[in-house]
């Protein structure tokens, strides 16, 4: 199993200038998530979802957008790249029967000029 | 979700035992303990869950007193390997998907 993989590794991106994040498993897990890291913080969960079809929100959603049209793959989209956004952004997947136990990917190295 | 009070750093030496206590005095009776471990460079990872006595795995062991208020994760004879940010988590983990709260860790360095 290759795991959850993420791409880019990195990525630079100007002001205003919109690009999605890729995000997989092979688990077959049904819970999905995004969150992303700021220099010497915690991370925040920025969308989430329960199954193919489901998202819903979390803390710091806004400038983000998901969809889940498929088990394996949840893709983040940065609709208008802002300074703010720079950040590393962690891809994550779990099983419902074991949420509290959630697979990381390596992440996703975001600067925003 | 319980707010959680961990110590910013700690330092040990390879081969000692470490010992990382997390305070969460608001706990909720259907709240779960559980720690993960973000090495440099990477996402976090999964260590330990317990909810209450003592709970060992191949990685570490996480003791729970009685009133729950508080746990402490046990790391025996640490490596360099070992030395990570280290995050304390509390949460309900009956309710579906977990929106895991992390804090600011424990950044643990352990040294020759």
């Known amino acids: 199993n290759a795991g959850v993989t993420q791409t880019p590794k990195f990525q630079v991106l100007k002001t205003g200038q919109s690009m999605t994040l890729q995000c997989a498993q092979d688990m077959n897990h049904e819970y999905m998530s995004w969150y992303r890291q700021d220099p010497g913080m915690g991370l925040r969960l920025i969308h989430y979802?329960?199954?193919?079809?489901?998202?819903d929100q979390g803390e710091v959603p806004n400038g983000y957008n998901v969809s889940r049209s498929t088990t394996e793959d949840f893709p983040l989209r940065l609709l208008s790249a802002a300074p703010s956004q720079t950040s590393v952004y962690f891809c994550a997947s779990s099983y419902a029967s074991r949420a509290y136990e959630q697979y990381f990917g390596p992440g996703t190295r975001l600067t925003v000029t | 979700l319980a707010k959680t009070t961990q110590p910013i750093s700690m330092d040990s030496y390879e081969g000692q035992e470490v010992n990382i206590t997390c305070s969460h005095n608001n706990i909720a009776t259907n709240d779960y303990i559980t720690w993960y471990q973000q090495f440099p460079s990477q996402g976090p990872r999964f260590i330990i869950q317990g909810y209450k006595t003592k709970v060992t795995n191949e990685v570490a062991s996480l003791f729970i007193p009685a009133d729950r208020k508080s746990s402490t994760l046990s790391l025996p004879r640490v490596s360099l390997s070992d030395t990570a940010v280290y995050y304390c988590l509390v949460g309900d983990t009956n309710t579906g998907f977990q929106k895991l709260v992390f804090g600011t860790g424990t950044r643990l360095l352990v040294s020759p």
């Open positions: 979802s329960v199954g193919a079809g489901i998202t």
